[in-house]
């Protein structure tokens, strides 16, 4: 029996699984004690894994206008396709639409495709609708998009503070490391900040049930306060105009905007100023919003004004929700930044074009996720590519979405599965590969930045690859993973 270490590809925490697999290509698997991550630990999905390497369900053979076709003759049929499209009306009119499922190397790769050699920069992600405000809050306060906190942070912190965050359910192996925590450290504060109460609640000492979207009025009055209990650091450029406009947020403003007793306002004000150390954890509660990015910001400035950032135990700590949405961003794989974290300005411009060897680098952003659909049921954009997301199902408006795509001229989806809500509107369908399968091989970033590898540990099926150009017809056996691949 060989075992392989290999990463779950389910949430952002990213844990590391040791996947084994007997004589009869059975797969089990364990969480990894090694990986820093999880430290051996794994949640019911993750235990789960090795139910899912079956071939039931999966498209496993690509797929032209409903008939099944070999690679070569998919990959010259979609190459035509896109070709006739950007000769008649131009690169502008050919999107992609990525998904923090792909591996960091998929995400590469189509970027590079689509920005540098087809020469727009419509590429845009699912990960747009969790993950943006984050983006832009760590782009506004440290000029990059970086997360300044590690899980270890989680446990070596005198205050936790959960917001926009139910933890328990959505990344269920820090909660246990939390949970842990706690019941090592009995002195450690938890607060839960959340309009209900959700499992995550159940260790907290402390649970603000504010009103929905009045986050970012809590956390100015806690700067406020800060200033009040000079307890602020200084230093930072924008310090006064932050402290000024908080100003106003006093505990009886708050505690009216927010729906909260005004004794428990204070309270919370009171346990972030006394302690040494605090962190605070936030996720699609706060970034899912038309003020996301504000809410991000306001949390981070409380760690910056109180000096509680840039040491053990403390900062600023944002939770991707999907396994590889941090890979995404570290490329390119959105239509606002170029690929490395560079962005659409003449210097980074000149530097890609002269590292990818190209003369048709996309010059200026594309469209965004929600732009990229309507610009498509408006007959703007005539192709568009579909990897490893189902956004018929998971984008506002699936009404909309499933009549843009009903209209457009060129449909492709890459998934691993044969039946989607997507791919019933898809003209040409690329089987991809799912976890574990042979040549899955590649890297995500978890939410702490922290890369891991996703490793191969069953033999692969059908032709969820990139088939040998020398061989053809259905049969014709696998020999590269494809390039485009989804996780299960």
């Known amino acids: 029996m ?13 844990c590391g699984v040791l996947a084994s697999v007997d004589d009869a290509g059975q797969v089990s698997v364990r969480g990894d004690d090694q990986h820093p991550a999880n430290l051996g630990r794994l949640c019911v999905k993750g235990a789960a894994l090795g139910e899912t390497t079956g071939l039931a369900g999966r498209l496993l053979t690509p797929e032209v206008d409903g008939q099944q076709v070999a690679w070569p003759q998919a990959l010259a ?26 591996l960091t190397e998929d995400y590469y790769a189509a970027n590079k495709l689509m920005k540098g050699f087809i020469g727009a920069a419509n590429i845009d992600t699912n990960s747009r609708l969790c993950m943006s405000s984050a983006v832009t809050g760590y782009k506004r306060a440290f000029g990059a998009d970086v997360v300044p906190c590690s899980y270890d942070d989680v446990e070596n912190s005198d205050l936790v503070v959960l917001v926009g965050s139910n ?10 490391r939390l949970a842990q925590a706690k019941r ?45 209990a000079g307890a602020c650091v200084d230093g930072f450029r924008d310090g006064p105009q932050a402290l000024a406009a908080a100003r106003g947020w006093d505990v009886a403003r708050v505690a009216a905007f927010c729906g909260l007793p005004a004794d428990e306002v204070a ?21 899912q919003s038309a003020s996301g990015s504000d809410k991000c910001n306001a949390i981070i400035n409380v760690h910056l004004a109180s000096g509680k950032y840039g040491r053990r135990g403390c900062g600023p700590f944002s939770l991707t929700g999907q396994p590889n949405a941090m890979g995404g961003r570290e490329v390119g794989g959105l239509a606002t930044m170029l690929a490395a974290h560079m962005d659409f300005v003449p210097d980074d411009l000149q530097r ?16 965004t996720a929600v732009e990229l659909f309507a610009a498509i049921g408006r007959g703007e954009v005539k192709a568009v590519w579909i990897m490893g997301t189902n956004p018929v199902v998971s984008l506002p408006d699936s009404h909309a979405v499933s009549q843009a795509l009903a209209a457009c001229p060129l449909v492709i989806v890459s998934d691993v599965a044969a039946q989607t809500d997507t791919g019933r509107f898809a003209h040409i369908r690329f089987p991809a590969l799912a976890w574990g399968r042979e040549e899955w091989h590649g890297h995500q970033l978890g939410a ?38 989804a996780s299960a």
């Open 267 to 287: 309270g919370f004000y009171r346990e972030f100023i006394a302690a040494p150390r605090a962190i605070t954890l936030y996720t699609m509660g706060i970034n």
């Open 77 to 102: 049929e979609t190459a035509a396709r896109l070709r006739q499209i950007i000769d008649q009306h131009g690169p502008q009119a050919v999107a992609f639409y990525a998904s923090g499922q792909l």
């Open 184 to 228: 090592d450290n009995p002195r450690l504060r938890i607060v839960a900040i959340d309009p209900r109460r959700t499992a995550t609640c159940e260790i907290a000492d402390r649970h603000l049930a504010l009103a929905p979207g009045s986050d970012g009025g809590l956390f100015a009055g806690l700067l406020n306060a800060l200033a009040e």
């Open 2 to 14: 060989k075992t392989i270490r290999t990463t779950c590809p389910y949430c952002g925490v990213g």
């Open 352 to 367: 890609l074009a002269r590292f990818w060897g190209t003369e048709r680098l996309a010059q200026t952003p594309g469209l």
């Open 167 to 176: 933890a328990a359910w959505a990344h269920p192996v820090l909660f246990q």
């Open 448 to 485: 702490a930045d922290l890369p891991s590898a996703q490793l191969s540990a069953a033999a692969g099926g059908g032709e969820s690859g990139l088939v040998d150009h020398r061989q053809s017809g259905p049969g014709s056996g696998v020999s590269r993973g494809v390039c485009l691949a």
